[in-house]
Each structure stands twice: as C-alpha cells, then as structure tokens.
C-alpha cells in the first residue's frame, strides 16, 4: 500500500475514533468527496482540539492557534508545525499532532479553500479564547458560532461547489452550522457550567436557546433543499435530523437519544433517498 493509500486509511480510522456521529454520513458520499470532508472535519478537529483543552492555558492556546492560522496561510510547514507543538505533544492528541498528515490526503485543487477555512476558523478561535468566551449578546453568540460551525458549513457548500457544481446559498449554510453547533450547546449546558463556561447570552433563558437552535435549524432546512445530489443530501440531512430529534429530546427532560434511535433515523433517510 502507498503512503497517501495508507494515509487516507489512517484518516478513516481516525475520523472514526473523533466522532462516531460525523463517521456515520460522510459514510454515504463518492470516494473522492469522502476523502475530501473527511481531510476537511480532521483539520478543523486538529484546531478544536486545541481551543478545547482543558489543561492548556488560554495564552498558549491562543498562541499556538495564531500561528496555526499563519502557517495555513502559506505552504504548509510540517517541521515548523511540529517544532510549534513539541512542548505540548505530551498533552495534545494525535488529531491535532498529524495536521500535516489531514493535509496531504486531501486533493490538492481544492486543498488551498479547506486550509483557508481552517485558517479563518483558527484565528476566530483565538479571539474567543482572549475574550474567555464571554457572550453577553446575540451578536456574540452569532459571531462565536460562525467561527466554530458556521464555516464549517460554508467550507462544505464550496466542496460540494467543486465536486459537482452543487450550489447552495452560503448564508443558510452558516445557519446549518450554526443550527447543529446551538443543539451540542443545548446538550452540553450543564456540563458547560460545571467547568465555569456559558455561551449563553446575558439574560437568555433556557428557551431563548432553544428559539436560537430552532431558528437556525429552520435554514439549515431551507439550505437541504437545493441539494440535487443524492449522497450529498444524505450527509446533509442524518446530522441534521439527529439535530431536530436531540432537540426534542432536551425538551422532554432526556440528554441525548439511544444508538438504537440514531440508527432508526439514518435508516429512515436511507429508504426516503433509497441509497444502499
């Protein structure tokens, strides 16, 4: 086996090993467009993990996500990367040490538009890591949940773009990110606030919240439509259909949904768009 053979199996591995509920729709797409989102999420998950570690300090993060964003701004320096990370390789996981390696499995035309989403991502991370992720308001809420899940979906929209010249209208494609991103703060807010963080607005009530998941969940609705191909619109809606669903399991007092219950759904979507 090649290098980038085995490299894009690793990364197979890995995305499975990061996030079982990404691993389940991006299953469904073309294998070039399958590696392509699945290099994409592995490099926005290499800079999540960073923002997200409990035991880094905030000037660390902020610094090493910078120069993170710096880094993908050129061509892309594997040695200066893992020069950048060596004093925290002991404390960061192996998603975030082999960027390098997301990097390369992903086809080179389109590769300069996911380091530059990833980029932007990095530099929005860093701002909100200065600012304690503080959200008093709704337009900090908006701008936080842009820079983690909204380009998130702009990014698909121009992979999708590229693949087939599938168009979607890139503000409800930050609506679809923003949508699913309002229902993990949903899941999350008790354990959010054991760990002294809110990224709830000054004054917002659970419901406020709730309208806020609602509301963006109604574009990310709008955003499917438009969506001809048959895969693509497979990977677009289970996450967004276990979105709808968890919400409405929050509402009635349950955490989360059950395996069997995810699986019920994904199989639902497979009959409607009769995909094997």
Same mark, same amino acid.
């Given at each position: ?54 035991? #880094?300090? +905030?000037?660390? %993060?902020?610094?090493?996500?910078? $120069? &993170?964003?710096?880094? /993908?701004?050129?061509? *892309?320096? !594997? ?76 990014? #698909?929209? +121009?992979?999708? %773009?590229?693949?087939?010249?599938? $168009? &979607?209208?890139?503000? /409800?494609?930050?609506? *679809?990110? !923003? ?87 994904? $199989? ?9």
């Amino acid at each position: 086996m090649s290098k980038v053979a085995n490299l894009q199996k690793e990364s197979m591995v890995m995305l499975k090993e990061t996030s079982r509920t990404f691993f389940i729709p991006i299953s469904f797409l073309e294998p070039v467009l399958k590696k392509t989102v699945g290099s994409a999420y592995l490099c926005m998950r290499a800079i999540d993990e960073i923002e997200d570690h409990p035991e #880094l300090d +905030d000037e660390v %993060k902020s610094r090493l996500l910078r $120069e &993170t964003s710096k880094m /993908l701004h050129m061509p *892309f320096d !594997r040695e200066a990367y893992e020069e950048l990370l060596k004093p925290y390789e002991h404390l960061l996981p192996e998603v975030s040490l082999r960027l390098a390696d997301w990097i390369s499995v992903c086809p080179p035309e389109i590769a300069p538009k996911v380091l530059e989403s990833t980029a932007e991502m990095a530099e929005g991370m860093a701002k909100w890591v200065d600012r304690k992720f503080v959200i008093r308001t709704r337009e900090d809420l908006d701008d936080y949940t842009y820079y983690v899940a909204g380009l998130v979906g702009t990014m #698909l929209s +121009d992979l999708w %773009k590229w693949h087939d010249n599938t $168009e &979607t209208d890139p503000q /409800l494609a930050i609506g *679809f990110g !923003r949508g699913l991103q309002a229902v993990n703060m949903l899941r999350n807010l008790d354990e959010d606030r054991e760990r002294g963080v809110s990224f709830v607005p000054e004054g917002w009530t659970r419901d406020d919240m709730f309208n806020y998941a609602n509301e963006n969940l109604a574009q990310a609705d709008l955003y499917v439509k438009s969506i001809k191909n048959k895969r693509i619109l497979m990977f677009c809606k289970v996450p967004l259909a276990l979105a709808h669903s968890t919400l409405k399991a929050l509402k009635s007092g349950r955490e989360k949904m059950s395996r069997t219950e995810v699986e019920g759904i994904v $199989e639902q979507l497979k009959e409607q768009e009769q995909i094997n």
